[in-house]
Each structure stands twice: as structure tokens, then as C-alpha cells.
């Protein structure tokens, strides 16, 4: 059956969506203006959950703004995930600065992701949360295609 204007995503829909991402004070944190739309499969679990919730029900050409709390977005912050690292722990050709990413393997091959939060000659504070934890996030979504 094909699409209609009326037609509604809904799980198993392939949708493509345009959105912008802001914080509470309003700094826009990503966006899909500009380039193609996100697309992504509804029910797969590719996305946060409150943002795929929300494009459930939606019909193309809709727009939507909402706010995902940030238990339901990247978590709460940890604050035991900031941790003092040796400087000689990084490699000496990687020159350092303040909210550069850094990548480790972890003990069982995964990757580990961590933010510099600060450093000097002798140690390094390395944040392993996502730069988004702990912040509510608001999308302005729109729905451009169900494929």
C-alpha cells in the first residue's frame, strides 16, 4: 500500500527527519538543516528513545518541538566516570587540549570514549560520560519522507 499525505510513521517505518537540537539556554548542539535528513528505521532502537517516540504518529511535512529529559536522552552524569589519569598514561605526540575526545581500548576490546577535562605536566582529568549527560535536550523535528 502506499503512502498517503495522511499516512502516519509508525514501528518498522523507515523515516527520513530533519531536526535541530538545543539545550535549555538555547546553544544548538546538532543539527540536519543544510544537509540530507536523518534517516532511520522507527522500533529498531537507532536513536534515543524519546526522540523516536516522538516521530511515532507523525505524517510528512509535520513539525513537532520537544523536550527529552536527560534520563530518557544520554543518562544522568557519573560523577565517578571522572578520573586522574599519569601523562605519560597519553601518547607524548597527542597534544593536549581543554574537551578534545580521547579513545581507549578497554579491557574486554571495546572502545572507550572520554572528553579531556583538564590538564597538566603531571596528570589528566579524562570524563568517560557523554557530553550530553545530564542535560535535558530540545528537538525541533520534522518529518520529510516515510520510505
Known amino acids: 500500500m502506499a503512502n498517503t499525505p495522511t499516512s502516519e510513521a ?15 539556554d538555547g546553544t544548538e548542539f546538532d543539527s540536519s538543516r543544510g544537509q540530507e535528513p536523518l ?3 522507527l522500533g529498531q532502537g537507532q536513536m534515543i528513545s524519546g526522540f523516536e517516540e516522538a516521530v511515532v504518529g507523525m505524517a510528512p511535512g509535520e ?3 520537544i523536550t527529552i ?6 543518562g544522568e552524569r557519573n560523577e565517578s566516570m571522572v578520573q586522574q589519569v599519569p601523562r605519560t598514561a597519553i ?6 587540549t581543554q574537551g578534545m575526545l580521547l579513545q581507549a581500548q578497554g579491557p574486554d ?3 572507550l570514549r572520554f572528553t579531556v577535562a583538564d590538564f597538566n605536566d603531571e596528570e589528566v582529568t579524562v570524563d568517560g560520560n557523554h557530553p550530553l549527560a545530564g542535560r535535558d535536550l530540545t528537538f525541533q523535528l520534522e518529518l520529510v519522507q516515510i520510505a
Open 69 to 74: 529529559v536527560s534520563g530518557e536522552a544520554y
Open 39 to 41: 534517516e532511520f528505521t
Open 63 to 65: 513539525n513537532k518541538t
Open 10 to 24: 509508525k514501528s518498522g517505518d523507515t523515516v527520513k527527519v530533519h531536526y535541530t537540537g538545543t539545550l535549555n
Open 91 to 96: 601518547p607524548p605526540e597527542i597534544e593536549l
Open 109 to 111: 576490546g571495546e572502545t
